[in-house]
């Protein structure tokens, strides 16, 4: 028998200390590198978008790949181009938490829509307000004291 999911995750995470590095100028290089690694990972991407503090993922996680794994090797791989680019002047890394959020792949086109405008989004919400409202809508406990 063959392997189906359908899995359709949105990954967030932030910079270190929630420093606005990520330039609009170098989001989009950025954002090309971390979707070619979730495809060498056979997932498959849907949207990768964010603002000067932190980024979404948009992705189908393949069957073999784990959650935790994925992000970490996110998270590596992308700190060592952004400083081998020189990408980002003051980036300091990623944080250590994430946030990862299942979806049913009926709202896979308002969640692409939803990233997609992170921008305009975060004009009138800060991220912390955005996360607080995700962790809300999904019913996660959480403790303010670790939150990212």
């Known amino acids: 028998m063959s392997t189906y999911t359908q899995i359709l995750y949105q990954i967030i995470f932030s910079t270190k200390y929630r420093e606005r590095t990520l330039t609009k100028a ?16 056979q ?5 990768i978008n964010g603002v000067e503090d932190h980024l979404h993922i948009v992705t189908h996680l393949h069957p073999s790949i784990a959650l935790a794994s994925l992000v970490k090797d996110i998270k590596v791989a992308s700190s060592a181009f952004i400083k081998e680019q020189q990408l980002f002047k003051n980036f300091e890394g990623w944080q250590d938490g994430y946030g990862a959020f ?11 829509d939803y990233v997609q405008q992170q921008e305009i989004h975060h004009h009138t919400k800060s991220f912390r307000e955005e996360y607080l409202d995700l962790l809300n809508e999904q019913g996660i406990a959480f403790e303010e004291q670790y939150l990212i």
């Open 102 to 112: 299942t979806y049913s792949i009926k709202e896979r086109d308002r969640l692409i």
């Open 43 to 47: 997932c498959h991407v849907y949207k």
């Open 26 to 41: 170098g989001r989009p290089i950025l954002f090309q590198y971390i979707g070619g690694l979730l495809k060498n990972k």
